[in-house]
């Protein structure tokens, strides 16, 4: 399949370490953010999202922290994984409005 | 697989010519989006249907683009007189708005390359 994110920023991360992926987010008004994960040829797939009225929640090994002072995403994934591996992205939408601004994304590699 | 589909996966054209893409969303999703990925680059939104009706449309699709949903089910993009930069891979997602979540979730995409 084709490649995702040729020039994204690069996270190379220990199998088995924590990862955390940042994102700044561009909207004061936005309310609402997720985290995308995309594997090469396959559309972006949902991990986790939150609302501006929290700042962190927790899925299954991952856990969202939101900073609407700085307006900074973060995305931590624990004991991480081979299958791991692949491009994030964060975007933000807000009320009234459906549309998803996506950020430029961040390509996570997991070493053995 | 989320359970969106498109088709065709991938779209070798020669410039000037039409395409055509569809979108097969989640059966009872209500909203239906398109966006367009290049590479390197997130997810750039182009327009978006509630039910049958196009609500929201991007700068980015000029006059040679057209999107349909005609009966509030599959979706078609069209875009006309073909360029080299409408290179991309074409993304569908859908969603189902309940108690103001809007999670979208995504196919596989099309890509299409302008020769």
């Given at each position: 399949g084709e490649s995702v994110g040729l020039h994204l920023p690069t996270l190379s991360v220990q199998e088995g370490d924590n990862s955390i992926i940042n994102c700044a987010y561009s909207n004061s008004a936005s309310d609402y953010f997720i985290w995308y994960k995309q594997e090469s040829g396959k559309g972006p797939q949902f991990i986790i999202d939150i609302r501006s009225n929290m700042d962190k929640r927790q899925g299954q090994r991952v856990t969202v922290l939101l900073n609407k002072t700085v307006k900074h995403l973060s995305l931590q994934i624990a004991a991480t994984q081979p299958g791991d591996s692949a491009v994030y992205f964060c975007a933000e939408t807000r009320a009234g409005t459906y549309k998803y601004i996506f950020g430029t994304g961040t390509r996570l590699k997991v070493l053995a | 697989d989320t359970g969106v589909s498109q088709d065709p996966r991938h779209k070798i054209t020669k410039r000037g010519q039409n395409v055509t893409f569809r979108c097969d969303p989640i059966?009872?999703?209500n909203r239906l989006y398109w966006y367009r990925q290049t590479l390197g680059q997130g997810p750039e939104f182009l327009t978006y249907f509630q039910n049958e009706a196009q609500l929201e449309k991007s700068?980015?699709?000029?006059?040679r683009f057209s999107a349909e949903r005609p009966k509030g089910s599959f979706s078609t993009l069209e875009i006309q007189r073909?360029?080299?930069?409408?290179s991309a891979m074409y993304l569908c997602a859908s969603s189902l708005t309940i108690a103001g979540l809007n999670e979208q979730f995504f196919g596989p995409g099309t890509r299409l390359t302008v020769l």
């Open positions: - | 059966s009872e999703h700068r980015l699709l000029s006059d073909t360029e080299q930069g409408d």
